[in-house]
C-alpha cells in the first residue's frame, strides 16, 4: 500500500465498535516504502481511542522443512533486538492488536506535545504487570491532566485566599 494514512482510515472504517484490527508492519528487510516504529502505532491508537490488546516484534527466522514459517515474537524493547543475530534473521516486523472501542470518526496521530495540543488527548503510559507477567497500556485522557490542573489551580487560589486572611486578621491586631 503507498497510500498508508488511507489505509488506515479505511481499516478504521470497516471496523465496527468491539471490532479488532490486527496490524503486522515490516521495520527491517519488510516489504513497503515505510517503515514505523512503536510511537506511530501507539499514536494512532491513542488518537482513535484503540484498546491495544497486544503489541510485539515478530522476528522471521526462516523456514521449517515442512514450508512453515519460523517466527517469533518478543516484546517490544530495543534491548531485546540488540541481542539479535542480525546475519539469522530474515526480517523484522511489528505487530499491533487493536479493539476498536466507539464510533467516532477516524482522527490522524500527531507526534509528542502536538497530540495533545490538537487532539486534547496525552498518548498512553506503559504498565508492566507482574503476576502473570504481561504489559499494558493506560490511556492518558485530556480528564486525568485538566483534574490534575484544576486541583492545583484551586490549591493556589485558597492558598492566595488564606494568605489574604490572615494578613488582614493580623493587621487588625
Not at 101 to 107: A, E, I, T
Not at 120 to 135: D, E, I, M, T, V
Request: net charge positive.
Amino acid at each position: 500500500m503507498f497510500n498508508v494514512a488511507e489505509t488506515y482510515k479505511t481499516m478504521h472504517k470497516l471496523c465496527k465498535p468491539g471490532g479488532i484490527m490486527t496490524i503486522v508492519q515490516g521495520v527491517w528487510r519488510g516489504n513497503g516504502y515505510y517503515q514505523f516504529d512503536l510511537s506511530f502505532f501507539e499514536g494512532l491508537a491513542a488518537a482513535n481511542n484503540y484498546r491495544i490488546l497486544f503489541s510485539s516484534y515478530i522476528i522471521l527466522c526462516g523456514m521449517t522443512k515442512a514450508g512453515s514459517s519460523m517466527e517469533y515474537h518478543i516484546p517490544l524493547s530495543r534491548e531485546l533486538l540488540q541481542v539479535i543475530d542480525w546475519a539469522k534473521a530474515k526480517n523484522i516486523s511489528i505487530c499491533y492488536v487493536f479493539q476498536k472501542q466507539d464510533s467516532r470518526s477516524f482522527q490522524y496521530p500527531y507526534q509528542g506535545e502536538y497530540m495533545s495540543k490538537v487532539l486534547n488527548n496525552h498518548g498512553y503510559k506503559l504498565q508492566f504487570l507482574s503476576a502473570p507477567p504481561s504489559r499494558s497500556y493506560i490511556p492518558l485522557g485530556e480528564s486525568v491532566v485538566e483534574i490534575t490542573k484544576t486541583k492545583a489551580l484551586a490549591k493556589y487560589l485558597l492558598m492566595r485566599v488564606l494568605n489574604s486572611v490572615k494578613r488582614k486578621f493580623a493587621r487588625k491586631n
